[in-house]
């Protein structure tokens, strides 16, 4: 009988500069069997090396940090024109900091406070490796409450929505509205498997990442107003 293929652990690299906060992440991260930390940082100049050398799959990044904080480190990283973009999950002590807010438009794919428990840090680095986003939907509302009014609407956000189909577009203002897979399902009174399908076409219509990079989008498209 042959052994199943044992599938290589997620490669992670952690960025903080506080130690004790930076040991306590790998701890957590190297104690998982699908999971191991190959770089670790004090500073974001140090994360953008370490990065470019080691590829891994998800960048845990801490946001004040000296030398290079973490947005300018994620715009490096995981920004536009980045040839190999990393994905990089932002951990923070900020639950509504306007740095939060910029460090998602750099490129972050997910965002976590750094109270969450060790599993849901483990998980969000998951979820993040398999390309998906993670900001927890609370959060979303409070981000585009508090920050939606600088996305200014314009012409070529609404063209690319033009893609889209009727469907497609109420599937995307529930997602601006920072509605789970679960509420939206909810809401249109379809499958949560239905709800996946939508939302993977409505990321390769606008061609985005994920749907952190879709609700900016949306808003800057003027599909969703501003709380």
Known sequence: MNAEPVEAPLRVVVCDDQELVRTGFVTIINAQPDLMVVGEARNGEEAVRITERERPDVVVMDIRMPLLDGIE?????????VEVAARVLVVTTFTLDSLVYEALRAGASGFLLKDARPAELTAAIRTIAAGDSLIAPAVTRALIGRY???????????????????REREVLMLLADGQSNAEIAAALFISLQTVKTYVSRVLMKLNVRDRVQAVVLAHRAGLASPR
């Open 148 to 166: 939606g009014g600088r996305l200014r609407p314009s012409d070529q956000g609404a063209a690319v929505l033009a893609a889209l189909t009727a």
């Open 73 to 81: 480190a994620t715009r490096k990283i995981a920004g536009p024109g």
